[in-house]
Nanobody
């Protein structure tokens, strides 16, 4: 599976942005798709994940209520709707695929495929 993230850019604090992740290749029902982010000098951080089989969604606590993950099986894509963004949300955002969902979703090392990342910059 190859993943292509897009939709990043410059946005003002309080604004919204929608990231997309298009997958080439088959996404099987055992997959979980995740979004992570990494700011300069910081570790990669879990944002949200969605299981392909039953659309179960999980969020990092700091993103709950502001970010929304969704998937579109027909488009073979995953999306991240970011609302009320703040400067601390500035980072490179990555989509990732774990081919064998086992219940855990927040560890980067469990994911098998990664997109190239898309940069989000929030101005104050």
């Amino acid at each position: 599976v190859q993943l292509q993230a897009s939709g990043g850019g410059l946005v003002q604090a309080g604004g919204s942005l929608r990231l997309s992740c298009a997958a080439s290749g088959v996404i099987y029902s055992s997959y979980v798709m995740g979004w992570f982010r990494q700011a300069p000098g910081k570790e990669r951080e879990f944002v949200a994940a969605v299981t392909w089989r039953n659309n179960k969604k999980t969020y990092a606590d700091t993103m709950k209520g502001r970010f929304a993950i969704s998937r579109d099986a027909a488009e073979n894509s995953v999306y991240l709707e970011m609302n009320r963004v703040q400067p601390e949300d500035s980072a490179v955002y990555y989509c990732a695929a774990d081919v064998d969902y086992s219940g855990a979703v927040s560890r980067p090392d469990q994911y098998d495929y990664w997109g190239q990342g898309t940069l989000v910059t929030v101005s104050s």
